[in-house]
């Protein structure tokens, strides 16, 4: 089931929906919770499709990607590199990346996004995926020229329009046949499957659960492929995920 969040050309309300083909049926009340469905059915192109949520948290891990199988390390890192990003940053499918005043580029990370459908802390892996509402598509979108030299990343992941989401969320993906995929401009430039995890998604988010507990509404991206690389204005990326969709920003 896709779950979209939209609005009407020309107007302010914000409305949720079910997505079936070009259509989407309107919803009403808490997606993690009590919705139901309504009459009212929009099609795609009159409506603009905004971020499928506004998360509560943003949490990325870093470096979690391998070229291929042989590479997987035997060992996992006893810490894994997790960051902040802020809700300020996150745009839509369509929105435009905008290169932060003083650099020329920045890059193009493409990611499966895991939502959180329910409050949990200190799951097992088995149980990790019965807390998960969906998955959406993300861009993690850097500026490595602000980082800081001994190692902290977060100013140069936390520019406004620094995490395009969407553009909407499947409930019904399987995260182990997931193929993550990126286009700058047209070129493929990122094509990995999510078995190159060095973490894998299950692991990532009960060792989250054992620091913090989790919320409905938190969103966790899995990391990057490898193949990210910088993009200027004027430049398109696309990132994309089958059975979930195309996530589409041009750069200014």
């Not at 993690?140 to 969407?166: C, I, N, R, Y």
């Not at 700058?184 to 078995?195: C, F």
């Not at 919320?215 to 899995?222: C, N, Q, R, S």
Request: net charge negative.
């Amino acid at each position: 089931m896709k779950f979209a969040r939209f609005k009407k050309q020309n107007e302010e309300a914000i409305m949720q929906g079910i997505v079936t083909g070009d259509q989407i049926q309107q919803i009403e009340g808490n997606i993690f919770s009590d919705w139901e469905h309504t009459d009212f059915i929009h099609n795609r192109e009159e409506v603009e499709l905004l971020a499928p949520l506004t998360p509560r948290h943003v949490i990325g891990i870093g470096a979690n990607y391998v070229g291929k199988t042989d590479d997987l390390p035997s060992e996992l890192p006893e810490i894994p590199v997790f960051f902040y990003k802020p809700i300020s940053s996150i745009i839509s499918s369509g929105e435009p990346i905008v290169i932060p005043t003083g650099i020329e580029e920045v890059k193009f990370e493409s990611e499966l996004a895991v939502v959180i459908g329910k409050r949990t802390s200190n799951i097992s892996e088995e149980h990790v995926t019965d807390y998960i509402f969906g998955y959406t598509v993300a861009n993690d979108v850097t500026a490595p020229q602000f980082f800081h030299e001994a190692g902290h990343w977060m100013v140069g992941k936390s520019f406004d329009t620094f995490t395009p989401l969407g553009p909407y969320i499947e409930t019904e993906l399987d995260p182990d046949k997931v193929t993550v995929e990126a286009y700058l401009n047209g070129d493929k430039k990122q094509d990995s499957s999510t078995s190159l995890m060095i973490v894998s998604m299950r692991k990532m988010i009960a060792y989250l659960s054992s620091v913090m507990t989790l919320e409905a509404g938190d969103v966790i991206l899995t990391g990057s492929p490898l193949g990210a690389e910088m993009m200027k204005s004027g430049d398109e990326i696309i990132c994309q995920i089958a059975g979930i969709g195309e996530l589409r920003n041009a750069v200014e």
